[in-house]
């Protein structure tokens, strides 16, 4: 049986030429109904188009891809729509459908709008043309523009993810002159000054985002864990209550409590917090040590291996896991193993630290030189770092096409990923041995 609501819609459409013959009102009922349904639609869309504009400002892409689909439906015509949904794809990383978003504003548009222009160029930006379009991205925030705070963010995300901290640094003291009540840049300087192992300049950044913002919870979460590093459990100890109290079911937060009552003797309770969370967190490499040292207190010399060839299995040049290991090993009665893996362990910490010696004082310095990046994609090859081996062995090609380092080193790595070709170019720009 039809619903009264769907016989209503359908009345003017049977009556056709009779249409006379029902009363005015009957008319303005379906008027009234029509008109309200299509009000209620208009006005839920107006809701998740300014949820999404929320969720994308606060990077929570997925709850931004969602809204913004039932905006297009409604509104499939919209170029604005179309420029925040690129937006989304672009930060949740799928850059070609932010490109499909913006070709779609384009036959819209007939042309590129200045929104269209700028969210071209962050794509760009974001997939690597970086140090061609800076400048000019740059000139655009000097300028004023109303996105400064998009293009400057986009900029620091970029260097950050290529490791880049010292442009990354630069770019973020920018952002922070821009907007200095605002707490992302503070943390993401800090995140950086770690990786350029000034750690007390980063502490005061982590503070000053904290200040900013008090229930920033990833921030805390990282001044408790550098407090932790540093064995220093009473400072770490009133963020993790804090944070344990606002959010007792966070695996994160059970993990640092727990990771702190192992440092404090309190065994039994660090059990119990870190086993909790580790099943939400299988390959945490610092939750899992640290279970790996509890299980190796406790006799529990199996699970303690275990542990650590998980992080190890994700990341071989984990040294804190491979010191760990050795004792393990040890108590086995695995005695040459055990002397393997502390060989292998002082070789690897050697390795990080002349990495992060160059990162440091080399990587973008104006008189950096093609074979210290080569230097540093070579390093990270051997560490098993394969992502970021290859991309500063490119970096060090392109200001040396021949730089012999870098091609052997990346002759072998596509060697072994089974790239015959892309090894085979790179062997044709190595010269014979003494020439």
């Known amino acids: ?9 359908r009345l003017p459409l049977r009556a056709g030429a009779k249409l006379r013959r029902h009363p005015w009102w009957t008319l303005a009922v379906i008027f009234v109904l029509l008109s309200g349904t299509a009000f209620g639609v208009w006005r839920y869309a107006m809701h998740q188009w300014e949820a999404a504009q929320v969720a994308v400002k606060e990077e929570r892409t997925q709850d931004a891809k969602e809204r913004l689909a039932f905006c297009l439906r409604v509104w499939p015509r919209s170029t604005e729509v179309h420029v925040l949904a690129a937006r989304a794809a672009r930060l949740n990383g799928d850059l070609q459908a932010a490109e499909r978003y913006l070709n779609r504003c384009l036959e819209l548009e007939g042309g590129a709008t200045e929104a269209v222009q700028l969210e ?16 000019a991205l740059f000139e655009l925030v000097e300028k004023g523009h109303p996105d400064s705070q998009a293009i400057l963010e986009t900029i620091s995300r970029t260097y950050i993810l290529r490791l880049r901290y010292k442009p990354a640094f630069a770019c973020l003291s920018r952002w922070i002159e821009y907007q200095p009540d605002n707490p992302k840049p503070y943390q993401w300087r800090g995140w950086s000054l770690e990786r350029l192992n000034n750690a007390k300049a980063a502490m005061t950044d982590y503070q ?11 921030v805390r979460l990282r001044i408790a864990e550098m407090y932790l590093e540093d064995k220093q459990t009473p400072d770490a100890l009133p963020h993790l209550e804090r944070l344990y109290e606002k959010a007792p079911n966070d695996p994160l937060v059970q993990a640092r409590l727990g990771m702190c009552r192992f440092l404090q003797g309190r065994a039994e309770e660090a059990r119990t917090l870190m086993e909790a969370a580790v099943v939400h967190l299988p390959k945490d490499p610092a939750l899992l040590v640290t279970l790996a040292n509890l299980d190796l207190q406790d006799g529990r010399i199996t699970e303690a291996e275990q542990r650590l060839r998980t992080v190890l299995a994700e990341d071989p040049s984990d040294t804190e896991a491979l010191f760990v290991l050795a004792p393990v090993l040890q108590a086995q009665g695995r005695t040459q193993e055990a002397a393997e ?24 310095s104006p008189t950096a030189r093609a074979d210290e990046y080569a230097e540093i994609g070579e390093l990270f090859l051997q560490i098993g770092r394969e992502k970021f081996g290859q991309y500063w062995s490119e970096r060090a090609l392109e200001r040396d096409p021949t730089n012999q380092r870098a091609n052997q080193a990346l002759a072998a790595y596509y060697e072994k990923k089974g790239d015959a070709e892309k090894a085979a170019h790179h062997r044709r720009q190595l010269r014979p041995p003494g020439k």
């Not at 000053?208 to 990833?218: F, N």
């Not at 502390?342 to 440091?360: G, M, P, S, W």
């Open 1 to 9: 049986m039809s619903s009264p609501l769907a016989t209503l819609v």
């Open 341 to 364: 893996v502390l060989a292998d362990f002082e070789k690897k910490r050697a390795i990080v630290e002349r990495i992060n010696e160059l990162l440091k004082d080399a990587a973008d």
């Open 120 to 135: 071209f160029l962050l794509m760009r930006a974001q997939g690597g043309e970086i140090d061609e379009l800076a400048p």
């Open 208 to 218: 000053k985002a904290l200040e900013l913002d008090p229930e920033q919870i990833p």
